[in-house]
């Protein structure tokens, strides 16, 4: 033993106190946590033997929803799913555990983490197996929750308010306070305190839940405010939707507890309301650029960190707790850019990562379009008094009606949608030419986190294309994260973008196991943008290849003209060059038919002519893979021009 202890102090160079320590780490910890946690849990639970809290989002009765609710029988249909234990878990609807939940389980690998070891201790991802943790974090944010207490408060049926303290009972039995994989991250945690503080105002008066149920369920409340205090997820060089989710997290939980007095609790609620009010603000500044993009560079990601921001708001509006001008003012520059970039058929380009993430879903559980960000622009229109948001986002009505509590009806808006410009977002590295048949959004701009491109994609002067209100070449979409890093790399590779490929090389280059890193080598940059004309550049195949990509688009009254020019410094390897623009069809469009230099394409009942102006190129159409939503695969076409040494010229226009 000395002998050992003597070549680890001379290997390691620490003293003798210090191995010490790190052995008593090892043996120790784990039984003072375990006796720590049970202290915590013991002392939350005498405290909250009489505890109400005055937290309460619905501020009329419940005669008036019931008469202003326009959505009341697909409420009945989902909540009566949900009462059969029917979720909807990234990519599969319609998954039904017939006996307990499986708060642990992933069940498209039957593989199950476990229960009773402590949260540090869990291997959350292994790149070996094919499990996907979001899926029991998903489940355990309890989003179908809003749903199910829609259905309670409209009707008064008990059997709804039993589903509810089944689910949060079982919860908590099999999830011990810091000993399950939904103890893993603070961002669900978060998430989760958020839902079922949402949902309190609807069962708080149900006589079939009695004081012991609120007495566990405000006891679960506090240890998650506990747990997220201890584990603020700020400890990287950038902050992000992590953060800002525990932030929200902490106000949610400050304001439920507010004015409560407790006896045995150390941890001051207080303290989270004051930690939260503080870090939003100075949040707004770090992760929203100065033109209201988010600097994750993602379009679902925009939409998360919009929905916590505006959805906070809006409680500390309730409770009279007031944020800055400045907040408010950057909070309207988020949403007026879903406004922008939103399509003529109201869904939004997904550009970079997208993981389905949602701080509440108030409405169609089971249903919600993963490109549909309209619900965000009426609630904000009713927020910001803006009739234009108002108008785009009416189909989401009812979600006004439970975060607001104000109906609102077709009379109440001007009834016609403003005829957008186009618009750029430089900071964000967003850009939209459109006209009253032409919708394009080009991505030019910095990578996620500054530069970290923890979530972008080898996207850079990449388009989606819509005419007429029909979409045409889409992003195809990220379909998974750790659960497949194999999929999760061909999802961001260059070659699942609509733009130009030099010798199969990417635009950034990332390692294989590096799934949220990728190392800014694009440097693009907009050159002129104008009402009809986009042009810009990027140098990512500058180191290997020595050349650059610029793209030029101008925009016409139903047609659009795309440049793609090669510069090469290089001249010896000109002729070594080849050139790939590719085209990533929706799956609704349909090939009508196609020559040497045309190709008839056909969405509906709109069709468009792809022209290939370039003399010496020719085209492949190949059979691919797009993901709408996480988890979910769906055929389509791509279309692929090649050149050597040159860039390609296209004309697309809209068929008459």
């Not at 009566?80 to 878990?89: G, S």
């Not at 207080?270 to 100075?282: M, Q, R, S, T, V």
């Not at 001249?571 to 080849?578: D, P, Q, T, V």
């Not at 791509?638 to 050597?644: A, G, K, P």
């Amino acid at each position: 033993m000395k002998k050992i202890e003597r070549l680890l102090l001379r290997a390691k160079k620490i003293s003798k106190k210090q191995l010490m320590f790190r052995f008593s780490e090892l043996t120790i910890n784990p039984i003072y946590h375990q006796l720590k946690r049970k202290r915590i849990i013991r002392n939350i639970s005498e405290d909250f033997e009489s505890f109400s809290s005055d937290f309460n989002l619905l501020s009329r009765n419940q005669e008036w929803y019931i008469e202003n609710c326009k959505e009341f029988t697909n409420i009945i249909e989902e909540a009566d799913k949900m009462e059969r234990n029917i979720f909807n878990l990234l990519g599969t609807n319609d998954v039904q555990f017939n006996n307990k939940i499986p708060w642990n389980f992933d069940f498209k690998t039957n593989f199950s983490w476990p229960n009773g070891t402590y949260y540090k201790d869990i291997n959350l991802i292994d790149l070996n197996n094919r499990a996907d943790v979001k899926i029991p974090w998903e489940l355990s944010r309890f989003h179908h929750l809003f749903t199910l207490g829609k259905a309670y408060f409209l009707t008064n049926n008990e059997k709804y308010a039993l589903k509810f303290k089944e689910q949060i009972e079982d919860w908590i039995a099999e999830n011990p306070y810091e000993e399950s994989i939904n103890w893993t991250s603070t961002m669900d945690v978060s998430i989760r305190a958020v839902n079922w503080i949402a949902v309190y105002s609807f069962f708080k008066n149900s006589p079939s839940i009695n004081s012991d149920f609120w007495k566990n369920f405000n006891s679960s409340l506090y240890q998650h405010g506990i747990y997220i205090f201890k584990n603020l997820e700020n400890k990287g060089y950038f902050t992000g939707n992590h953060y800002l989710s525990n932030i929200v997290g902490l106000i949610w939980l400050g304001l439920y507890f507010k004015g409560y007095k407790y006896k045995n609790i150390l941890n001051n609620h207080d303290k989270w309301l004051e930690k939260g009010l503080k870090e939003i603000e100075n949040e707004m500044i770090v992760q929203t650029n100065t033109d209201g993009t988010n600097y994750e560079a993602s379009t679902s990601y925009h939409r998360l960190v919009t929905e916590f921001f505006l959805f906070t708001a809006i409680i500390c509006k309730k409770y009279n707790v007031n944020l800055s001008e400045f907040y408010n003012k950057k909070l309207e520059d988020m949403v007026e850019f879903i406004y922008y970039i939103t399509k003529p058929n109201g869904n939004s380009p997904i550009i970079g990562d997208a993981d389905d993430g949602r701080l509440l879903i108030l409405s169609s559980y089971y249903s919600w379009d993963r490109r549909d960000f309209n619900n965000i622009l009426i609630i904000a229109g009713i927020y910001f008094n803006r009739n234009d948001f108002l108008d785009i986002g009416m189909k989401y009505g009812d979600d006004v009606l439970w975060l607001h509590s104000k109906s609102i009806d077709n009379s109440e808006n001007t009834g016609k949608v403003a005829r957008l410009t186009s618009k750029k977002y430089e900071h964000g590295g967003y850009y939209i030419l459109r006209n009253s048949s032409v919708y394009v959004s080009i991505r030019c701009g910095e990578l996620s986190f500054r530069g970290e491109g923890t979530h972008s994609h080898n996207d850079q002067l990449s388009i989606e294309l819509n005419v007429g209100g029909k979409d045409f070449f889409i992003d195809p979409g990220t379909y998974t994260y750790t659960s497949d890093y194999i999929m999760r790399n061909f999802f961001r590779s260059t070659r699942m973008h609509n733009t130009v490929q030099i010798n199969n090389k990417e635009q950034n280059n990332f390692e294989e196991k590096e799934l949220f890193y990728m190392a800014e080598e694009t440097f693009s940059e907009c050159l002129t943008f104008d009402e009809n004309e986009f042009s810009g550049y990027h140098k990512g195949y500058y180191s290997e290849l020595g050349v650059y990509h610029q793209r030029k688009i101008t925009l016409e009254k139903k047609c659009i003209f795309i440049n793609d020019t090669i510069f090469n410094e290089s001249s010896h390897n000109k002729n070594g060059l080849l050139v790939q623009t590719r085209f990533i069809l929706d799956p609704a469009v349909e090939i009508l038919s196609h020559d040497d230099k045309t190709i008839y394409l056909k969405n509906e009942k709109v069709e468009i002519k792809l022209w290939n102006l370039h003399p010496q190129s020719n085209y492949s159409i190949d059979s691919t893979v797009i993901s709408k939503a996480y988890g979910v695969l769906e055929s389509s076409k791509v279309i692929t021009f090649e050149s050597l040494g040159e860039g390609l010229d296209f004309k697309i226009e809209m068929v008459l």
